[in-house]
């Protein structure tokens, strides 16, 4: 696929590797990202780099008229579905609006094929497992801005004619992953306290069940979803099957790492307990090959961690709702 594609949120954790494989497929690709959650190091070699924000239109302007762009592969977003009760600002400006600066220049420019990364977070708490053609009914508020690029994307579809492509990731992890972000990534924030030799904090009794996707599991499909025609104008369910319980997931990191580590429970926090998805859709269309085991896909993101070593973990600044915010995200 010899194209020329933008990546925006390149240097993030699934970006950067949607972007390793675009590349390994034969594409030109151009990474846009602010460096705010992602890492330069990230970025593969052979990708044009623009470091900027998906808000600064004259910068995406200034991308589109240099270079002659196919496809857009839009992940650029801040996926702490929990903290965005507490941030819905920032929560909307960066993943509703950023994606509309996106949407816009896709039209002018007549991209054909915008690919979004939407998240399960649009579901709530529907019946399980989570179907794709079950009404989402999001509880916070990044569930929320997604399922509303979600809308916008069918709306500019009919209106302008701009082909699009929504996958609904969970809970996807592997190297590369910002282990120092203490507000996501459960996996990688339990292997940067083990490494820091910290307590593993857990909201709640840990009894609460996500399908943890591993990296190789879900990016080669989005970077080549555009070269399968019956897959455009669709959403698409992506990642593992089978739900585990935070506690049975401490076990296996625990293994991985080689350690027993304390848990220190917490008051629960107001989330959906019981998450997982329906993937017979993705199967049908894409037919991908066998998922990695939660297993197998711990001690391969365990090995990269002690390579990569353990990150500082530092708050959240300008917090904009201080009401009912859990204690331990403020120390």
């Known amino acids: 696929m010899k194209s020329v594609v933008l990546v925006s949120g390149g240097a993030g954790f699934i970006g950067s590797h949607v972007t390793d494989h675009l590349i390994e497929r034969g594409c030109n690709v151009i990474v846009l990202d602010d460096l705010s959650g992602g890492f330069l190091d990230n970025v593969n070699p052979k990708a044009k780099f623009y470091k900027g ?48 600066n996106l949407i816009n220049a896709s039209v002018n420019h007549e991209v054909k094929c915008f690919v979004f990364t939407s998240s ?25 801005a997604k399922f509303a690029v979600e809308l916008e994307l069918k709306a500019s579809h009919e209106m302008f004619g701009l082909p699009y492509i929504i996958f609904r990731p969970h809970n996807v992890y592997g190297p590369k992953q910002n282990i120092g972000d203490r507000y996501r990534n459960v996996i990688g924030i339990f292997m940067n306290q083990i490494m820091r030799k910290e307590s593993l904090t857990v909201f709640g009794d840990g009894k609460q069940t996500r399908a943890f996707s591993y990296i190789n ?22 990642g593992a099957d089978h739900p585990y319980s935070i506690n049975q997931l401490i076990c296996e990191i625990g293994d991985s790492m080689g350690v027993k580590s304390k848990v220190h429970y917490l008051t629960p926090r107001k989330e959906v307990i019981h998450a997982y998805s329906d993937h017979q859709k993705i199967m049908e269309v894409f037919n991908p090959e066998k998922t ?18 353990p990150r500082k973990s530092k708050p959240f600044e300008n917090i904009e709702i201080l009401k009912n915010l859990p204690s331990s995200w403020l120390k």
């Not at 399960?120 to 929320?144: F, H, T, W």
């Not at 599991?217 to 992506?238: C, G, L, M, T, W």
């Open 120 to 144: 399960i977070a649009v579901y709530g708490k529907n019946q399980l497992p989570m179907r794709e053609d079950l009404m989402p009914l999001p509880e916070d508020s990044y569930g929320i």
């Open 53 to 100: 924000s998906i808000l600064n239109t004259v910068l995406i302007e200034k991308i589109f008229n240099s270079h002659p762009i196919k496809y857009v592969f839009h992940l650029a977003a801040y996926a702490a579905e929990g903290l965005s009760h507490f941030i819905k600002r920032f929560n909307y400006t960066n993943n509703l609006i950023g994606s509309m």
């Open 217 to 238: 599991d879900v990016a080669p499909i989005i970077a080549r979803s555009v070269e399968v025609k019956k897959a455009y104008n669709q959403i698409f369910n992506i």
């Open 292 to 309: 990695v085991s939660l297993s197998e896909g711990i001690r391969q993101m365990a090995e990269w961690c002690k390579k990569a070593g």
